[in-house]
């Protein structure tokens, strides 16, 4: 009989939502699973050097999988970049850009993220005109909390060139003040103009954000995720990590077709390996529903606006059907119910093929959306999360009718669609995957309002969600994604019983122990 390398006894296994239940023990071997059963069952399997890890009635559950996250930006914001997501008034988000620019070097940018002006009392973000009134002998640029709009100082707007003068890319916005001069807020494809004038980073850079970020997720538990959109040079780092095994967790990279300021980039070489696939085109259709440039039917609550969609329509659906006809999965970027519909138009001209499709967000989808979706076999990729962090600014900037199907996780469910749940990070601060599974139970933003409560799910099925769903959209269910013999022994130990947690308090479970094929990677 071959021996375990490691077991683990009287635990409270979730197996997954189609999984015998009742299990209290696992064994590895290798990086993979040897066997799911009662204590005796695998007890059986040790011998003089298994490991032994004893749960005391702790939770063992299959890896959680980020579905889509923005890795190397989750890990700027760990190492260089100014973090602003929970300043909580232009003068406190005023006060952290003089800090940080007092730290620069002469003449250097100054890059911050995270700021919502849903927070602010003064119930705006930043223009050029604060900024400058903070810093003014260096360019400064803020990018918002969704990362689809961005605030510049003057120095910022005459590095990139930009006056009253200067006309937008299509699909992108500059904003122009009563006096037709800029404002500094530029959003969508218009950021470009500033970004790509940015000094980029050095390629140790990329890689220790990646690292950095990827162990972050690791101690939430997270041993798959997701980079939703990178563009070529980032795919050279991925490539690197990999092949140097510096990858800490699995990672499904998704390959930008549409590379802002640069054009349109190559299909890349696919690549399917332990820890690293690439096999996913990203595109954007439309903006953010939090900073209101999601393209709607209707205009937003509090603007005469009704959002931008970001790409031609010919333009990406040549795009799509190259990488369609070449075997790649197509994920797209899709929020408001207008960038819905162009992009199930697409996939609908694509027909069926080797890979199932994705959209990203599918954040407010009607009926009809949902039936052709899931005709199509496309996985929804929300964010429940959103619920929660984002849950004031949808109330605020959405109708009555769109805030009622705002992210409808069990109407996607109901309708046959497979759901795979992930935090966007780092638009949202807290990307637990334990904060999304109660926000998709509780449908509760963190003012304590209800958002869409009749789109709340199951705990079984915000697990399965997180853990199975996410693995259909990296292409790795063969793989991951519950627990049961022959699978990878990706795993995670909670610090009590996820099953007889009420849902308000599942956030105060921690993560005990990860493990990545076997091996533990993080241990509380």
Not at 418 to 435: G, I, M, R
């Amino acid at each position: 009989m071959h021996r375990a390398d490691t077991i683990f006894l009287n635990g409270a296994l979730w197996t997954g939502l189609d999984e015998r239940h009742g299990h209290t023990a696992l064994a590895i071997r290798g990086d993979r699973i040897a066997a799911v059963g009662t204590d005796d069952d695998v007890r059986n399997l040790r011998g003089p050097g298994t490991r032994v890890v004893d749960l005391a009635g702790r939770t063992l559950l299959p890896g959680f999988v980020d579905a889509h996250a923005h890795i190397w930006k989750i890990g700027h914001l760990l190492t260089t970049l100014l973090d602003v997501r929970n300043a909580e008034s232009l003068a406190a988000l005023g006060a952290r850009v003089r800090d940080k620019a007092a730290t620069l070097a002469e003449g250097a940018w100054l890059y911050g993220r995270g700021y919502n002006e849903a927070r602010f009392p003064e119930g705006r973000g930043p223009t050029r005109h604060d900024l400058d009134a903070i810093v003014s002998d260096r360019p400064v640029v803020l990018m918002r909390t969704c990362a689809h709009i961005i605030a510049c100082n003057s120095r910022a707007l005459e590095a990139a060139g930009i006056t009253r003068d200067t006309a937008p890319p299509h699909g992108g916005e500059i904003g122009h003040d009563d006096a037709g001069e800029p404002t500094g807020v530029l959003s969508e494809r218009a950021m470009s103009l500033v970004l790509q004038r940015m000094p980029a980073p050095a390629a140790a850079d990329y890689e220790a954000m990646i690292t950095t970020a990827i162990r972050h997720q690791v101690a939430h538990g997270i041993t798959s995720t997701n980079d939703a959109g990178v563009a070529p040079e980032l795919l050279d780092a991925y490539r690197r990590l990999d092949h140097e095994h510096r990858l800490p967790a699995r990672v499904n990279v998704m390959a930008l077709r549409i590379v802002e300021g640069v054009g349109v980039a190559p299909l890349p070489s696919k690549h399917a390996g332990d820890r690293l696939r690439i096999d996913t085109v990203k595109f954007f259709a439309d903006g953010g529903l939090s900073g209101a440039t999601a393209a709607l039917s209707v205009p937003y609550r509090h603007a005469g606006t009704r959002g931008v969609l970001r790409m031609d329509e010919q333009e990406f659906l040549a795009l799509a059907r190259e990488a369609h006809e070449a075997g790649w999965r197509v994920a797209t970027h899709a929020i408001g119910d207008v960038a819905i519909d162009q992009v199930l138009r697409v996939y609908e001209a694509l027909g069926r093929g080797p890979m199932r499709h994705r959209i990203e967000h599918f954040g407010l989808p009607g009926p009809g959306h949902l039936a052709r979706a899931a005709r199509l076999g496309i996985i929804a990729v929300p964010q429940t999360i959103f619920v929660q962090a984002l849950g004031r600014n949808f109330r605020q900037y959405l109708p009555d009718a769109l805030l009622t199907r705002t992210y409808p996780v069990r109407a996607m469910l109901d309708a046959g669609i497979t759901v795979a749940l992930s935090s966007d990070a780092p638009v949202v601060e807290n990307d637990s995957p334990l904060a999304g599974i109660q926000a998709a139970i509780l449908r509760r933003d963190d003012e304590g309002q209800d958002v869409a409560p009749a789109e709340a799910i199951t705990l079984d099925e915000a697990l399965d969600a997180y853990t199975r769903g996410g693995a259909i959209a990296s292409g790795d269910e063969a793989d991951r994604g519950c627990l049961r013999e022959g699978m990878r022994a990706d795993l995670v130990v909670l610090s009590g019983n996820v099953l007889t947690t009420p849902p308000d308090a599942l956030t105060a479970l921690q993560v005990s122990g990860t493990w990545v094929g076997g091996q533990p990677v993080f241990a509380a």
